[in-house]
């Protein structure tokens, strides 16, 4: 078995439904890593046992929080301070390297060519791009940098209140170090690229390789016709019809059948 794994992580059951579509969009693509969820004590017991099915590795994990409120409120994100938790997967010393994906993420391609890159590889951030985005990223599992990571958050804090805001200052030479450590924006493709910026979408929106669903409008929001199983996007989200209809079809076909 590959000693390389895909990483992921839900605090509560609504984005462990996003957890189980990523692991079967992973399986779908025939990778030949493992899938490992960390989750902490708000996911259910009946939830774990879903994740148990796809996944090879659960790993229980305490909640870290930056607490920071402030900034959080500039994101208008106050939910997103937990996402410090994300920190635990430095821990996963089991591996010899991994690919961190948000629970919002949807893989359309094999992209296990991810894992010949090396600490810390990350796709520009649609927002700011000589910010990473941190919802796609390699790295290596080491003790050592993970107390480095919580030394840095303790005594530095995050710019954003965020994992982002403190990846970014801890791995602060990403932007101009080293060009392999960029992933191409088609291993991160944020969902609110495709508004922005529709003419490259249709140039090159059939490379994609994940899709990632950042900000508010998430697949599990949307409203789903439960007779023609047709989601209809949420204003504002139209342009994600086909990633959306994608995702849940993986839901409906893979994942709801398996939910009691
Ligand atoms: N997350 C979680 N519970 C929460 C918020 C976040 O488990 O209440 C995890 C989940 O894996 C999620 C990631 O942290 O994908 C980052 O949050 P999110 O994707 O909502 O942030 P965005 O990509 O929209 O900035
Ligand atoms: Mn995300």
Not at 44 to 52: D, F, G, K, T
Not at 118 to 129: K, M
């Given at each position: 078995?590959?000693?390389?794994s ?29 899938l ?5 004590p ?29 900034n ?14 994300k ?13 961190f ?74 932007a ?15 969902s ?34 439960s ?9 504002g ?7 959306l ?16």
């Amino acid at each position: 078995m590959s000693d390389y794994s895909w990483v992921t992580l839900a605090t509560n059951d609504t984005y462990s439904l996003g957890a189980l579509v990523l692991a079967r969009s992973l399986r779908r693509v025939s990778t030949n890593h493992n899938l490992t969820v960390m989750v902490t004590p708000g996911v259910s017991a009946a939830m774990r046992a879903q994740l148990a099915s796809v996944f090879n590795v659960l790993e229980e994990v305490n909640i870290l929080d930056s607490k920071d409120e402030k900034n959080l409120a500039l994101l208008t994100r106050p939910e997103l301070g937990i996402t410090f938790t994300k920190l635990h997967c430095w821990r996963l010393t089991q591996f010899s390297k991994c690919v961190f994906l948000d629970a919002d993420v949807m893989v359309l391609k094999n992209c296990d060519e991810l894992f010949d890159r090396e600490e810390l590889s990350a796709a520009p951030d649609v927002g700011w791009p000589d910010c990473f985005n941190s919802g796609v990223f390699v790295y290596r599992p080491s003790i050592e940098t993970y107390n480095a990571l919580i030394n840095f958050a303790l005594s530095q804090g995050s710019f954003d209140g965020g994992d982002q805001g403190l990846l970014n200052q801890f791995f602060s030479d990403w932007a101009t170090k080293d060009i392999s450590r960029h992933l191409p924006f088609i291993y991160n493709m944020c969902s609110s690229a495709t508004y922005s910026y529709l003419p490259a979408f249709k140039q090159f929106g059939q490379n994609v390789k994940i899709v990632h669903f950042i900000g508010t409008a998430k697949p599990w929001l949307q409203y789903l016709d439960s007779e023609s199983r047709h989601v209809k996007p949420s204003p504002g989200s139209e342009h994600l019809q086909g990633f959306l209809q994608l995702w849940w079809d993986i839901f409906c076909n893979d994942v709801h059948s398996t939910l009691s």
